[in-house]
């Protein structure tokens, strides 16, 4: 996972941001109703994440700097990931070596006791 970043948003994001989370007045159409306050704010932190480069479900506010202020999990680039996926199978090849010359290892130590006694 990527460490948390600190990030600031501008004044017209903020505004957009409290905008969102605002009641606003529903009317039923078709038997379905509209968004609500907190899917309307969900939203707009998803569209502030994929503009700034963050995952909007990760965001907590950054105490004594301002309401401006967050942090939150960055995204992560393609470049990124396709490095961690190359070094986790790294990791697991060499785990897998590791396992595997270890029970050489103790099948090579069966079969010389095996030979000791049978050459008794």
Sequence with gaps: ??????????????????DAGKPTPVMFIG?????????????????LGAKMGFDSMSVRASSGKGH?????????????????IERDKEVRKAEKIQTLEAE?????????ELKAEASQ
Excluded: C, H
């Design 1 to 18: 996972m990527l460490p948390r970043t600190d990030y600031e948003m501008t004044e017209a994001d903020m505004e957009f941001i409290m």
């Design 31 to 47: 038997g379905r109703m509209g968004a609500s306050p907190q899917e309307n704010a969900n939203a707009a932190w998803a569209a």
């Design 68 to 84: 401006r202020f967050f942090t939150a999990v960055p995204n992560e680039t393609s470049e990124a990931k396709a490095e961690r």
């Design 104 to 112: 050489i290892w103790e099948r090579e130590k069966v079969l010389a």
